[in-house]
């Protein structure tokens, strides 16, 4: 190997190795506006678990209503205040278009732009630059919701409106942003494997920055009695994470946006850093005793390789 070939290698596994800054954030979650207010219902153990609201999740007929939505299991949740409203002429988005978006996408691009703000960048200088947007996100609620009212209800926004590929595209699309851009499905890991991804096209210099979301929103009732006839949700609205009281999750709602970049670049740029990724992984649980049974050796292992990655040692982490 070449003295020439050899630098080049040192700097791949340099970049590869490199550490990514958190320099923005946003979030609209239950209870809680802005990252300020989410700090404050984690610090003071407030729970945002609340009986359902009366205009969510109802069922499309009167005789599904009456014998699916009596489950305990449905009777709780976290649920945003509005998911209906939506500045559609601040993105330059026709009326018409924006009441046939998936409210999803209105939401990802209130919190990338958010994000922006709280990093402290305009947004009008990102135009045409590398700046890749990844969305993690599981559900198609609205879409279902849509098409329960037949063909009458689709208008020639509805391709776009309702395709979930395109929640990261029109973040992309309204900014100018030429970066890659792709919505990530990996059911509950989702935008924890955006996060991933994200920090990996920075470190192979594909991106020079880079806005991860994470959206889901709870709006169609017979995704509410799937989970409940699947056994996962808690019948007294708790989730006990990590606890011997656990008995089922709470199907919770709303979004978070993270701005990424390489701790060298932001450091350079002057940001505030906020967090830092050292390293992660990613694998998959293979052949199990049943679909949904987690694996333990798997589990261990990406545990692991994130260790080795970001040269830390298992008790370093919190």
Known sequence: MTNQHQSESIGTRRARSEDIAVVGLSCRL????????????????????TPVPADRLKPATADEAASEGTGPGLRHGGFLERVDTFDARFFGIAPREARVMDPQQRLV???????????????ATLRGSRTAVFVGTLRDDYAALLYQHGARAVTQHTMTGVNRGVIANRVSYHLGLRGPSLTVDSAQS???VAVHLACESLRADESDAAIVAGVNLNILAEAAVAGERFGGLSPDGTTYTFDARANGFVRGEGGGAVVLKPLSRALADGDDVLGVIHASAVNNDG?????????????????????????LAPDAVQ
Do not use: C, K
Request: glycine share 12%.
């Open 109 to 123: 691009l209130e919190l990338a732009w958010e994000a922006l703000e709280n990093a402290g960048i305009v947004p």
């Open 30 to 49: 239950p209870g809680a506006e802005n990252p300020e207010a989410f700090w404050d219902l984690l610090s003071t153990g407030t729970s945002a678990i």
């Open 287 to 311: 052949s199990t005793p049943g679909l949904t049974v987690p694996g333990q050796e798997t589990q261990e292992r990406v545990l692991r390789e994130a260790y080795e990655r970001g040269g």
């Open 190 to 192: 989702s935008s924890l």
